[in-house]
């Protein structure tokens, strides 16, 4: 990973604009941490006003309050948002980064709102305004440990697209059999129709719009149950076990912070892997 303040582009920087960014972009100093507790405070009373006011009674009494509130919020995450662009050393880099797109996406919503007043009434404009609810994921700023979960998450990827692929050829399966059982009746009426029950079965969420009426057809639903139960336990497991090896490697001595590599040479300084300096 790149050290941002060793490329020219933080060196040409103005002494303004490098104080701004550390207090902006960084949480070690006490100009940051303090800027970090003001503005995740402001994203969740931010993210309660947005709740609030999708309760009618709470709109009906207090919802010019909520509407002022959400008018100091876009302007506080507007002028943040200018701010990051502003001492950035990249900001081409920061605006198409992904927090720097859910930034954009905590302001924009609200913005089209006030602009079109006229149409917050329709359905469409509603929806686009519930995605204000985006700017939650601005806590990504100040969740540390959110990287061993995201390497977890990674490295299982391949067992569980594994997984995925074995659930789809047996629901496929079930789903074959279950019309053939059901004769294409009691809302059997196709194979498709037929994986979806045998999907919604095995996840046990059980809708109940489609219900097997022959006795074999009941047995077999009742073993799609039971077996639903432990497979879904196995992705749980996969993605646990990952982040309980992701976390002994951080109790290591000659870890990288940065990709995670453990095989280094013993007094390496460096990882041989992505080149960033270890024991940090």
Known sequence: MEDIKNTEAYRNMSDRKK???VIIFESNTYGGKVFDEILLICILLSVVAVMLESINMVRANYGEIILFAEVVFTILFTVEYIFRIYCSPNPRKYITSFLGV???LAIVPSIIGFAIPAMRPFI??????LLRVYRILKLFHFMRESRLLLIAL???????LIFMGFMLILVIMLGSVMYVIEKGESGFDSIPLSIYWAIITITTVGYGDIVPVTDIGKFIATLIMLMGYSIIAIPTG???VEISRSAKRRELKKYCNYCEEIQHLPGSAFCHNCGARLDE
């Open 19 to 21: 104080k701004l960014y």
């Open 102 to 104: 859910v930034d954009l």
């Open 124 to 129: 469409t404009v509603r929806a686009i305004r």
């Open 154 to 160: 990674a490295t299982s990827f391949r067992k569980i």
């Open 238 to 240: 996969i993605v646990s």
